[in-house]
Nanobody
Framework: QVQLAESGGGSVQAGGSLRLSCAAS????????LGWFRQAPGKEREFVAA????????GNADSVKGRFTISRDNAKGTVYLQMNNLKPEDTASYYC?????????????????????WGQGTQVTVSS
């Protein structure tokens, strides 16, 4: 079992930056591939970024490429999402997720159904 807790959300003006953190507890953090997803009111949860267990492989959604960066610190048991040049359309609840899949291949995953564990979410609001 892995417990995930997000932090770092808040309100910011367009063009601003935020860094989200997700701290994990439970089983060894380094065994898990991790992802960030977001969900706006009335919309489905969507992929934002993901990272393999080693951190060597990452992927971003097209909508955030060049603006968001995912990283992880296995020693601290934390995954980060650095968000720059935020836009009003980035407004959503942001969730981190973990999966035990992909360890042998050092792979990341983009589908919500591939993740076993989820945090409670943190709200990001971007005003124009």
């Amino acid at each position: 079992q892995v417990q995930l807790a997000e932090s770092g959300g808040g309100s910011v003006q367009a063009g601003g930056s935020l860094r989200l953190s997700c701290a994990a507890s439970g089983r060894p953090f380094s065994n898990y591939a991790l992802g960030w997803f977001r969900q706006a009111p009335g919309k489905e949860r969507e992929f934002v970024a993901a990272i393999s267990w080693s951190g060597r492989r990452t992927g971003n959604a097209d909508s955030v490429k060049g603006r968001f960066t995912i990283s992880r610190d296995n020693a601290k048991g934390t995954v980060y999402l650095q968000m720059n040049n935020l836009k009003p359309e980035d407004t959503a609840s942001y969730y981190c997720a973990a999966t035990s899949r992909g360890y042998s291949t050092d792979t990341y995953f983009v589908g919500p159904s591939e993740y076993n564990y989820w945090g409670q979410g943190t709200q990001v609001t971007v005003s124009s």
